[in-house]
């Protein structure tokens, strides 16, 4: 038995069942397997300490294609990016394959305070903006020593919680280290945490989290062509991940997480491109909100239209 049930795909008109963390998953000695690395012990009592979260606020997880992570070697997930508990999401889903994840994260998260000795325990891995390359020769000696490194390839949460355009870093990865890049999607999280909204605590939030088959780098395959293949993988997974989600929104003003082309009332591709412009280099802007009554009669305005 492991942390997170296999399960099937979904397709075909089943559902599988959804996960609950319980009390006993996060006291389960074989958790990570019968010999983990004692060097990971700090990194696997934060994800004790997940559980124990994940468990009072009872998150309901829809966790499919845990199965593609491999169980030993190198390999790269690849996941879009809607809320700043998404590395957690993706972490619990390689559990049943026993593995860790090292996130590829901006530096700025590895010198604050707080957070900073946690990231650095865990040997996630700090990202420079202005001088990348060590990061990226950080990131090729992990896969290479046999990690899974996990990227957000958009570089920042996305405000229209839509796949944007992909930085090319790991697609190179790939092809650098010869290793497969597993193409993820994580969806739900934003209604608990994301960048312009405050921190939602409520109980019972589905979170679903799709891993799709993985993606080897072909012998001669050029970094943009992997990147499209990436790029197709990731926008399907997540539109399945968008459409088989199992709550709705409360009401009108509930439908700000989601995507204008789903009726909701998150900035759309554009509008979001201005935002995520500035927080990625790291500048302060923000685009202002309508009036209620104004975002509602644009929302039955799309409605009618459909």
């Given at each position: 038995m492991t942390a997170?049930?296999?399960?099937p795909?979904g397709?075909?008109?089943y559902r599988?069942?959804m996960?609950t963390?319980?009390w006993r998953?996060?006291?389960?000695k074989?958790?990570?397997g019968?010999r983990?690395?004692p060097?990971d012990?700090?990194y ?15 998150f309901?997880?829809?966790?499919r294609?845990?199965e593609h992570?491999p169980?030993?070697?190198g ?14 999401f993706?972490?619990l889903?390689a559990?049943p ?5 090292r996130?590829m994260?901006k ?7 707080f957070?900073?000795p ?6 996630h891995?700090?990202?420079d ?15 290479e020593?046999g990690?899974?490194v996990?990227v957000f390839?958009?570089a920042?949460?996305?405000s ?10 790991a697609?190179r990865?790939?092809i650098?280290a ?5 193409p ?5 999280g934003?209604?608990?945490a994301?960048?312009?909204h405050p ?8 979170i679903?989290?799709?891993?799709g ?6 012998p001669?395959?050029k970094t ?7 790029r197709?993988?990731?926008?399907a997974?997540v539109?399945e991940?968008?459409?088989?989600y ?9 439908r ?9 009332t998150?900035p759309?591709?554009e509008e ?6 500035h927080?990625?280099?790291g ?5 202002p909100r309508?009036?209620p009554?104004v975002?509602?009669?644009k929302?039955?305005?799309r409605?009618?239209a459909?």
């Amino acid at each position: 038995m492991t942390a997170v049930p296999q399960t099937p795909s979904g397709r075909g008109g089943y559902r599988p069942p959804m996960y609950t963390a319980s009390w006993r998953d996060v006291v389960r000695k074989d958790l990570f397997g019968p010999r983990p690395d004692p060097r990971d012990r700090p990194y696997r009592a934060v994800i004790r300490l997940a559980l124990i979260v994940f468990r009072l606020l009872r998150f309901r997880f829809d966790v499919r294609g845990a199965e593609h992570v491999p169980a030993h070697g190198g390999a790269i997930i690849c996941s879009n990016h809607v809320s700043y508990l998404d590395f957690t999401f993706l972490g619990l889903a390689a559990l049943p394959q026993r593995r860790l994840v090292r996130f590829m994260a901006k530096a700025s998260v590895f010198s604050h305070r707080f957070s900073g000795p946690f990231m650095r325990v865990m040997q996630h891995i700090p990202v420079d903006r202005r001088a990348g390359t060590a990061a990226f020769e950080a990131a090729v000696r992990a896969l290479e020593d046999g990690h899974v490194v996990g990227v957000f390839p958009e570089a920042t949460i996305s405000s229209s919680f839509q796949v944007k355009e992909l930085k090319a870093g790991a697609a190179r990865m790939a092809i650098d280290a010869g290793v497969p890049v597993i193409p993820a999607a994580v969806w739900g999280g934003q209604r608990v945490a994301t960048k312009g909204h405050p921190v939602d605590l409520r109980r019972g939030v589905a979170i679903t989290v799709l891993l799709g088959e993985p993606l080897m780098p072909e012998p001669g395959e050029k970094t943009q062509q992997l990147l499209r293949r990436i790029r197709a993988a990731m926008e399907a997974l997540v539109d399945e991940a968008q459409r088989s989600y199992p709550q709705q929104p409360a009401g009108p003003e509930d439908r700000w997480w989601l995507p204008a082309h789903l009726g909701g009332t998150a900035p759309t591709l554009e509008e979001a491109l201005q935002l995520d412009h500035h927080d990625v280099r790291g500048t302060t802007h923000t685009l202002p909100r309508p009036h209620p009554v104004v975002r509602v009669k644009k929302l039955l305005a799309r409605r009618r239209a459909r």
